[in-house]
């Protein structure tokens, strides 16, 4: 399956969860006709080898190989299972950490799967890492400083509600920060939006998290966030996409 470069597409939506549609199958096909080039996430390794092979003839569909933060208490011993499939994944995700009020009992048991994570996909190098980063930004990116050298993979910080002084250590690490509508609906995260680097944006749904009135948004309803950023950065909407396009391009083709 080509990369992600290899296509040439209207939107970017790095990161939905495909797998949880009814109409997973349905939703890859939309993509390659509209256009979307979409990683779609896995919250658990088993879920991998379905995702991988209904995404293996998409044009514009990648799949990403995850072990969700919110999941590990029930599933830590499941990263042996993520460590043996990873040679076949180029993008990794749904990773990373979460300490919220539901989740913080298992923060240790996410901090050493994050660490396995991030240490693994740096021995075999060339890895593209969509991250979770709930009440937790600076302790993800201390675990990217000490295990995760630009060299050796990037990283996407996904749904990103940290601070202007993390946003700023996240880029000086060379990560970048896929933006979904709903960010931009708070006034604190639309100006932390309008303040990221040009050239680290990418764009996102998130579904079905996001709704749209009563349904889970789509891949193609991430023309929203493009207008939305648009708005924040007082540039055009088809500038806008051109810059997600040429981000993505950077990002994937990078060494």
Partial sequence: MADMNAVRPRLVDFHCHLDLYPDHEA?????????????????????????????????????ALGLHPQLVAEREAEIALFERYLPEARYVGEVGLDAGPRFYASFEAQERVFERVLRASAEQGGKILTVHSVR???????????????????????????????ARRAADLGCYFSINSEMTRSPKHGQLVAALPADRLLTETDGPFVQDGEKPVRPRAVWRAVREIAALRGVTEEETAALVIRNLRALVTAP
Avoid at 32 to 58: H, Q
């Fill in 136 to 166: 937790s930004v600076g302790r993800v990116l201390g675990h990217i400083e000490r295990s995760l050298p630009p060299d050796r993979g990037r990283v996407v910080l996904h749904w990103f509600t940290g601070t202007a002084a993390e």
């Fill in 27 to 63: 939703l890859i096909a939309e993509c390659d006709r509209e256009g979307v080039a979409t990683l779609t996430v896995t919250t658990t390794p088993k879920a991998w080898p379905r995702n991988r092979d209904l995404a293996e003839r998409s044009a514009h569909v990648r799949v």
